[in-house]
């Protein structure tokens, strides 16, 4: 299973956004899914995730900006961001521990999308 991640760009303070990642085969389990984004010189860090069950948790530092979701028909997870932030500059990334296409499971990365805030 390859997550491909998109949607990144150069982008306005303020402005709005929505980062995707599609499996490129069919998800038959999941547990959880993540964004995570890694900002130059920075660690990676955790900004979102959804839970099987629907449960979502946020970073402190995107709470009421970011939204997760994922649709299950699509085998896609998003990221929409909203009042984008200078500090919000950083390569996304989609990690989905524990998935399984078929037979098959693993912990799976998305390769990053790359989104630069402008002020």
């Known amino acids: 299973v390859q997550l491909q991640a998109s949607g990144g760009g150069l982008m306005q303070s303020g402005e709005s956004l929505r980062l995707s990642c599609t499996a490129s085969?069919?998800?038959?389990?999941?547990?959880?899914m993540d964004w995570r984004r890694q900002a130059p010189g920075q660690q990676r860090e955790l900004v979102a995730r959804?839970?099987?069950?629907?449960?979502?948790f946020y970073a402190d530092s995107v709470k009421g900006r970011f939204t997760i979701s994922r649709d299950n028909a699509k085998n896609t997870l998003y990221l929409d961001i909203d009042n984008l932030k200078p500090e919000d500059t950083a390569v996304y990334y989609c990690y989905a521990p524990g998935l399984c296409s078929g037979s098959v499971c693993g912990d799976y990365w998305g390769q990053g999308t790359l989104v630069t805030v402008s002020s």
């Open positions: 085969r069919r998800i038959y389990s999941w547990t959880k």
């Open positions: 959804i839970n099987r069950d629907g449960s979502t």
